[in-house]
């Protein structure tokens, strides 16, 4: 068995290279489960291994030449008769160059990247596009992914294995989408990753506020994907995002792990490197739009925004507004209504975002949304309506499952209660 400092090493190895690990070998053997079969197993022969003689110079190419090897022995051993799949050892054998290295950035990047493509196939349902995309693209095990999403283990598990079945039954092929089929496809990758992200930076449950873990995933996967694709301005766009968006992630928790809303932060809390990351990105987002911003570029705008104001009371509301109103034409949506509904308050007063916010009340995809009542209930407080606003803070209590957004509710409502009364 091997010691706790050589798994730890080995699963740093696996973390970083799984991917392009299982991407290579997805081509090889033309299907994604026996694929991440055979890295595992070269994964368990490295602990073994590296245990006795040590981590090698290139984990990542020591890795990969074990993998090969391992396939050409699963492809003859499937069907030693059978032409396709002698075919197929063959290619395996010529297929991948002896140094891993130079063959990085062709071989494996072109792999990596239908990699992408098949995890978030739109054949596969929301929940298990972002289960195997983790699992595959992320290097995360079942249990880390159950942890993450505060779902039961064996529930990601039949997702990851019903994904898998289904890109299997519907014969999805491991390639990339014809150019024609690309925007469609490309909106289903980028999707899946913002939403790993969302989670991370704000998880719907559990005792965190945050959860950065997911959130680096996220960007690992982002920065993969622009570089993979460097001409795709919405790429670029929610890499400048994430960046942006990640820049607050220290300023964002409390001593005590407490929430600290955005207009709340210490900004030198900041990390300006992601900052500078962020609107970098950005430029290279602008730089390539070819008709209109995207959703992705308006929101990555509306970040910029923010990091550029020095102070909360410097923030550009009213451009703001203007691009949550472009967003919503883009991409309508009752949470961008919502949000939309904050920046009008901010910029034009709480009246404007109470009307915007009650055309959406009703809405059946906010019903259990616990920041539609949370929204609601600091307009009405600051129209002086405090007793609708504690009856509002009451159903976002509710609704939430975040026990940091709890805390933060139940003290905005003592905040209620205290102006209620009478002085």
Same mark, same amino acid.
């Given at each position: 068995?091997?010691?706790?400092?050589?798994?730890?090493?080995?699963?740093?190895?696996?973390?970083?290279?799984?991917?392009?690990?299982?991407?290579?070998?997805?081509?090889?053997?033309?299907?994604?489960?026996?694929?991440?079969?055979?890295?595992?197993?070269?994964?368990?022969? +490295?602990?073994?291994?590296?245990?006795?003689?040590?981590?090698?110079?290139?984990?990542?190419?020591?890795?990969?030449?074990?993998?090969?090897?391992?396939?050409?022995?699963? *492809?003859?051993?499937?069907?030693?008769?059978?032409?396709?799949?002698?075919?197929?050892?063959?290619?395996?054998?010529?297929?991948?160059?002896?140094?891993? !290295?130079?063959?990085?950035?062709?071989?494996?990047?072109?792999?990596?990247?239908?990699?992408?493509?098949?995890?978030?196939?739109?054949?596969?349902?929301?929940?298990?596009?972002?289960?195997?995309?983790?699992?595959?693209?992320?290097?995360?095990?079942?249990?880390?992914?159950?942890?993450?999403?505060?779902?039961?283990?064996?529930?990601?598990?039949?997702?990851?294995?019903?994904?898998?079945?289904?890109?299997?039954?519907?014969?999805?092929?491991?390639?990339?989408?014809?150019?024609?089929?690309?925007?469609?496809?490309?909106?289903?990758?980028?999707?899946?990753?913002?939403?790993?992200?969302?989670?991370?930076?704000?998880?719907?449950?559990?005792?965190?506020?945050?959860?950065?873990?997911?959130?680096?995933?996220?960007?690992?996967?982002?920065?993969?994907?622009?570089?993979?694709?460097?001409?795709?301005?919405?790429?670029?766009? *929610?890499?400048?995002?994430?960046?942006?968006?990640?820049?607050?992630?220290?300023?964002?928790?409390?001593?005590?792990?407490?929430?600290?809303?955005?207009?709340?932060?210490?900004? @030198?809390?900041? !990390?300006?490197?992601?900052?500078?990351?962020?609107?970098?990105?950005?430029?290279?987002?602008?730089?390539?739009?070819?008709?209109?911003?995207?959703?992705?570029?308006?929101?990555?705008?509306?970040?910029?925004?923010?990091?550029?104001?020095?102070?909360?009371? !410097? %923030?550009?509301?009213?451009?703001?507004?203007?691009?949550?109103?472009?967003?919503?034409? %883009?991409?309508?949506?009752?949470?961008?209504?919502?949000?939309?509904?904050?920046?009008?308050?901010?910029?034009?007063?709480?009246?404007?975002?109470? +009307?915007?916010?009650?055309?959406?009340?009703?809405?059946?995809?906010?019903? !259990?949304?616990?920041?539609?009542?949370?929204?609601?209930?600091?307009?009405?407080?600051?129209?002086?309506?405090?007793?609708?606003?504690?009856?509002?803070?009451?159903?976002?209590?509710?609704?939430?499952?975040?026990?940091?957004?709890?805390?933060?509710?139940?003290?905005?409502?003592?905040?209620?209660?205290?102006?209620?009364?009478? @002085?």
């Amino acid at each position: 068995m091997a010691s706790p400092e050589t798994k730890r090493a080995a699963e740093a190895v696996w973390r970083i290279e799984s991917a392009k690990l299982i991407a290579v070998l997805a081509r090889l053997v033309r299907d994604v489960d026996l694929a991440e079969e055979i890295a595992q197993d070269a994964f368990l022969d +490295a602990l073994e291994r590296w245990e006795e003689s040590g981590i090698p110079q290139n984990p990542g190419a020591w890795l990969m030449t074990a993998a090969k090897h391992r396939a050409i022995d699963v *492809l003859r051993r499937l069907r030693r008769g059978e032409k396709k799949h002698d075919e197929l050892a063959h290619e395996a054998e010529t297929s991948v160059p002896a140094d891993f !290295d130079e063959a990085l950035d062709d071989v494996v990047g072109d792999d990596l990247l239908r990699l992408v493509f098949v995890a978030c196939h739109p054949v596969l349902s929301r929940e298990s596009r972002v289960a195997l995309t983790l699992r595959l693209l992320g290097g995360l095990t079942t249990d880390e992914i159950a942890r993450a999403f505060l779902a039961p283990e064996p529930t990601i598990a039949q997702r990851i294995t019903r994904a898998k079945k289904t890109l299997a039954e519907k014969n999805v092929p491991f390639e990339l989408p014809k150019p024609e089929d690309l925007t469609a496809r490309l909106e289903s990758v980028l999707e899946v990753i913002y939403l790993v992200f969302n989670e991370g930076y704000s998880a719907t449950a559990g005792e965190d506020w945050i959860r950065p873990s997911l959130c680096e995933d996220a960007l690992r996967l982002g920065r993969i994907l622009a570089q993979l694709l460097p001409g795709e301005s919405e790429i670029h766009a *929610l890499v400048s995002l994430m960046e942006i968006q990640a820049s607050r992630m220290r300023a964002r928790v409390g001593p005590k792990g407490e929430a600290v809303l955005l207009l709340d932060q210490d900004r @030198s809390r900041w !990390d300006t490197l992601l900052v500078r990351r962020g609107l970098d990105a950005l430029v290279r987002a602008e730089e390539l739009v070819r008709t209109r911003p995207g959703p992705y570029l308006l929101q990555a705008a509306i970040a910029a925004c923010h990091a550029r104001a020095r102070t909360a009371a !410097d %923030t550009d509301w009213a451009r703001i507004a203007a691009l949550y109103d472009a967003l919503a034409q %883009t991409s309508p949506s009752p949470i961008v209504e919502l949000n939309r509904a904050v920046a009008h308050a901010l910029a034009f007063g709480p009246a404007a975002g109470l +009307a915007i916010v009650d055309v959406v009340a009703n809405d059946e995809a906010l019903r !259990d949304y616990p920041f539609l009542p949370s929204v609601r209930a600091d307009f009405l407080a600051k129209l002086g309506r405090f007793a609708e606003a504690r009856a509002e803070i009451a159903r976002a209590l509710s609704l939430t499952k975040n026990a940091r957004e709890r805390e933060l509710l139940l003290e905005r409502d003592a905040a209620y209660a205290r102006s209620e009364r009478p @002085s």
